[in-house]
Each structure stands twice: as C-alpha cells, then as structure tokens.
C-alpha cells in the first residue's frame, strides 16, 4: 500500500452555524460536491452519531472512482469530525472546524493508503498526478460548498 497524506484548507465566508450542516450532512455531499457519487449508510452509530458507517463512491478528473466505507470516531460539535477509512482506500479523515466570527475555517486532514493493485504498483511514477488529482477533487467541494451557501469560500 503507498501512503499519502493530504491537507486542504478553506475559509468559508459563512459563520459556523451554516456551515457545520453542510459538511456534517454527508448523505447531502452528492447534491453539491460533483465528484460525491453516492453516499449510503451503513450503519446508524449511537446517539450521538459514533461508529456510524457511510459508504462513498467518488470520481475525479482521473477516469477511476473510488469506494470506501468511513467510520465516525470523533465527534464534537462545531469543531471536529473524524472518520477511519476502509475499502479502495485505508486511513483517517479529519475535519478540522474554527469559529472565526462570521467566517469558518476548515482544515482538512486526510492520511491515507491505497488498496488498489493498480494504484500502488503506478505510485512511483503516478504519485504527482494522484496528489493533483485530489486537490481537484477537494477545490471542486470548497466551490460546490461556496455555491449551496451562496458565499465566497478562498481555498489554501
């Protein structure tokens, strides 16, 4: 498996009360992040949403998609979501949220592994094109989640 490690990094121009749903909201995703294709749940999780389980499948600019199963394991309101990956991809996911005002700054964080044969045996050589790839991928959902606010969200 080859590991990757990505960080994304919006500032939404929306305070933290609008925010907070539309990425806290996955089953949404597909209606406004394009490359979302489907997101089912699994498994509800307890009360307040631990060890819920959603399955994505997501494109890209690249012709392959991806499906993987994510896990919440933390949670706290308005500051953090995490999530264990399994499937086509292994790792975390951290969403990262800070209350600034009228303005939230998100920083994601994703360490993951890739399962796909064919994806590990091109990574010496493919890496830089799959690291762009997700960038693409990440700009597309800070502009689709710009467009379902109807605000400016800057992109670092």
């Known amino acids: 498996m080859r590991e990757y490690t990505f960080h994304t990094k919006w500032l939404v121009k929306a305070p933290i009360e609008r925010v907070w749903p539309a990425i806290r909201e996955v089953k949404q995703w597909p209606s406004w992040w394009k490359y979302v294709k489907e997101v ?3 498994a509800p999780g307890d009360s307040n949403g631990i060890g819920n389980i959603h399955r994505f499948t997501w494109t890209s600019l690249l012709p392959y998609r991806l499906s993987f199963e994510m896990k ?26 800070e209350d600034r005002d009228q303005e939230t700054f998100i920083h994601y964080i994703w360490q993951v592994q890739t ?14 094109a799959f690291s762009c790839n997700h960038d693409s991928v990440m700009k597309e959902g800070g502009e689709g989640l710009g467009r379902l606010l109807g605000v400016e969200v800057l992109q670092r």
């Open 40 to 42: 089912t749940e699994v």
């Open 72 to 97: 919440l394991v933390a949670l706290e309101s308005r500051k953090l979501i995490e999530g264990v990956a399994s499937g086509d991809l292994h790792g975390r996911g951290t969403w990262k949220f």
């Open 115 to 128: 399962t796909k044969s064919w994806m590990n045996l091109l990574a010496p050589i493919a890496k830089p």
